[in-house]
């Protein structure tokens, strides 16, 4: 997980990453977070309400499984030597990536499309430019 390697600019900020995921803890212990020991908080959004209220949706099956960027993604992960972990309950729901500023209002906001997630060093620019000071 490449927001690990950047904890100590994180913290150089001021700043956490914080979580959010929908699949009960049991398997999000077994896939999502096996191997890791993850220094950040992990909250569960089991009925999806804070996915809804950050617009965050669903996508067709056409839309991500036969997207080439996602299997090019998993093509780039087994060919650096990562083994694949195992899907969650839902693998067309969409996440995104937020930045609150110390006031609580969003510096930054990138809801997914599909395999589109931001580069790590955006979002540390974001939290960086949202730090007090």
Excluded at 6 to 17: I, K, S
Excluded at 76 to 103: C, E, K, N, S, W
């Amino acid at each position: 997980m490449k927001v690990l390697e950047q904890r100590r600019r994180l913290e150089a900020a001021g700043a956490t990453a914080l979580f959010v995921a929908f699949d009960e803890p049991a398997l999000l212990r077994r896939t999502l977070l096996a191997g890791l020991e993850l220094p950040f908080p992990v909250l569960v959004d089991r009925d999806r309400s804070a996915y809804a209220a950050w617009g965050l949706s669903r996508a067709s099956v056409l839309r991500i499984w036969a997207d080439p960027r996602v299997w090019a993604r998993y093509l780039r992960a087994a060919l650096g030597g990562q083994r694949p972990t195992r899907f969650g309950a839902d693998t067309l729901q969409l996440g995104g990536d937020f930045v609150l500023d110390g006031a609580g209002l969003v510096a930054y906001a990138r809801p997914q499309r599909s395999d589109d997630r931001p580069p790590v060093a955006v979002l540390l620019a974001a939290v960086e430019k949202a730090a007090p000071g």
